[in-house]
């Protein structure tokens, strides 16, 4: 996010924060404000091609090893706006930086921070976790500060268009998925915030799923300068994911989060390339395919498992009244 802010802030350019801002405004989410934006961006010389340069998952992008035919998406990438792309990410920062708030600060993102489009929804659960490692204690701050940052340059890109923070459930969703993963029993509960381990495997949850998002998003990315942001996020979000791997890994939580990368694994489809932090036996922090290279989700996918439900759904999970925006749907 921090690139994507600095392409923004970039002088008089064409790629000036307030011109391009006022463009995803005024796009919308609907077929004639979307030509609309197309042709202003044209005659900038903007470049953008197709739904945008940022359209980081809507696209169904197969593995170029492993994954077999895409599942058919809900909303087509022909059919959608750049705002309503941009408004998907928005949904799964909310969530993100929700969950490390409470974490890190124990309260959540500010009220000037959730409002927006759409139906805004308060977060259930959530309480700053007792950190005894100075270490993961300073890990929970970084993060929940890249998450923060995402949230604010996001909403500040989006406009008027941005939605506001949906229902959020970061309590009773973590035992359903612990539940789904064999963690926990039928009848326990799992809290993310009792203690620093708990607090490692639910990050584990979101962070595999984020970097999967934005990989998906690179085939996609035709101007330069924009994949240069998106290759930046990707980045960010890759760092998060290995930090969190690693501290599993060497705190012996190997088997927990390997339940957690099966249960993930059975939720977005039939393909099997989700990956635990152990491969063989052996320590397995970066996720790859044979050729070296990380695996892509859907943003159907990436709602399979927020939703925690394989089939196709516009709620559940994480989100118990769904995501606003038009992406919100499920893959089947």
Same mark, same amino acid.
């Given at each position: 996010?921090?690139?994507?802010?600095?392409?923004?802030? #970039?002088?008089?350019?064409?790629?000036? #924060?307030?011109?391009?801002r006022d463009l995803i405004s005024r796009s919308a989410e609907n077929g004639p404000d979307r030509r609309k934006f197309l042709v202003?961006?044209?005659?900038?010389?903007?470049?953008?091609?197709?739904?945008?340069?940022?359209?980081?998952?809507?696209?169904?992008?197969?593995?170029?090893?492993? /994954?077999?035919?895409?599942?058919?998406?809900?909303?087509?990438? $022909?059919?959608?706006?750049? $705002?309503?792309?941009?408004?998907?990410?928005?949904?799964?920062?909310?969530?993100?930086?929700?969950?490390?708030?409470? $974490?890190?600060?124990?309260?959540?993102?500010?009220?000037?921070?959730?409002?927006?489009?759409?139906?805004?929804?308060?977060?259930?659960?959530?309480?700053?976790?007792?950190?005894?490692?100075?270490?993961?204690?300073?890990?929970?701050?970084?993060?929940?500060?890249?998450?923060?940052?995402?949230?604010?340059?996001?909403?500040?890109?989006?406009?008027?268009?941005?939605?506001?923070?949906?229902?959020?459930?970061?309590?009773?969703?973590?035992?359903? $998925?612990?539940?789904?993963?064999?963690?926990?029993?039928?009848?326990?509960?799992?809290?993310?915030?009792?203690?620093?381990?708990?607090?490692l495997l639910a990050a584990f949850i979101f962070e595999d799923v984020g970097v999967t998002a934005y990989k998906g998003a690179a085939p996609l990315v035709s101007n330069k300068t924009y994949l240069e942001a998106a290759a930046g996020i990707l980045a960010v979000e890759a760092y998060h994911a290995a930090t969190i791997r690693s501290s599993l890994y060497q705190r012996d939580l190997c088997t927990a989060a390997n339940k957690i990368s099966n249960a993930r694994d059975s939720l977005d489809g039939a393909s099997d390339d989700d990956q635990g932090i152990t491969l063989k036996g052996?320590?397995?922090?970066?996720?790859?395919?044979?050729?070296?290279?990380?695996?892509? /989700?859907s943003a159907g996918q990436v709602l399979n498992v927020v939703y925690l439900n394989p089939k196709k759904t516009t709620s559940g999970g994480f989100f118990p009244k769904g995501v606003n925006g038009a992406i919100n749907t499920s893959a089947g």
């Open positions: 996010m921090r690139v994507i802010a600095q392409q923004f802030e #970039k002088g008089p350019s064409v790629f000036g #924060k307030r011109f391009v202003a961006a044209g005659a900038a010389g903007l470049g953008l091609v197709g739904t945008g340069a940022l359209a980081t998952a809507i696209a169904p992008v197969a593995n170029a090893a492993t /994954r077999p035919p895409a599942q058919k998406e809900t909303v087509s990438s $022909a059919a959608i706006s750049d $705002a309503a792309i941009l408004n998907f990410a928005l949904n799964l920062e909310y969530l993100e930086a929700e969950f490390y708030s409470y $974490a890190v600060h124990g309260h959540g993102l500010a009220d000037s921070l959730t409002t927006g489009t759409g139906a805004r929804g308060g977060v259930t659960g959530g309480r700053a976790v007792p950190f005894l490692s100075r270490t993961v204690r300073q890990f929970a701050q970084e993060i929940a500060g890249d998450e923060l940052a995402h949230v604010t340059f996001l909403r500040t890109a989006l406009g008027s268009a941005a939605v506001s923070r949906p229902a959020i459930d970061i309590k009773n969703s973590f035992t359903a $998925a612990a539940r789904a993963a064999g963690l926990i029993g039928a009848h326990q509960t799992f809290d993310p915030y009792q203690n620093e381990n708990n607090f052996q320590a397995n922090i970066v996720p790859t395919d044979s050729n070296g290279v990380a695996y892509s /989700r």
